[in-house]
């Protein structure tokens, strides 16, 4: 069974913190680079951070020094630590395959919303 359920979104004001979650079903994650993606009202779907099955990661320049992608291989879950949240970073957030498409199975997201 397909599964990708992202949580620990919130409400949370500029220069705060937050740890999203996303438990992946086995078939996505297996021995496969996991993405963190955002969207935001009106945009696109962008990569926020990606990080390969042995953990070499990557960032957008907009988050580097701010978010930190770790997973745990044994419990088929990435994370994604944000600090220093900015208004900017508001949307929704997303985990999947860096690769993954449109059309790709997605799960439901978690927002995050930066507002003072």
């Known amino acids: 069974q397909v599964q990708l359920v992202e949580s620990g979104g919130g409400l949370v004001q500029p220069g705060g913190s937050l740890r999203l979650s996303c438990a992946a079903s086995?078939?996505?994650?297996?021995?496969?680079?996991m993405n963190w993606f955002r969207q935001a009202p009106g945009k696109q779907r962008e990569s926020v951070a990606t990080?390969?099955?042995?953990?070499?990661?990557n960032y957008r320049d907009s988050v580097k020094g701010r978010f930190t992608i770790s997973r745990d291989n044994a419990k088929n879950t990435v994370y994604l630590q944000m600090n220093s949240l900015e208004p900017e970073d508001t949307a929704i957030y997303y985990c999947?395959?860096?690769?993954?498409?449109?059309?790709?199975?997605w799960g439901q997201g978690t927002q995050v919303t930066v507002s003072s």
């Open positions: 999947n395959k860096p690769w993954a498409s449109p059309t790709d199975f």
């Open positions: 086995g078939s996505i994650f297996s021995r496969n680079a």
């Open positions: 990080i390969s099955y042995g953990g070499i990661t």
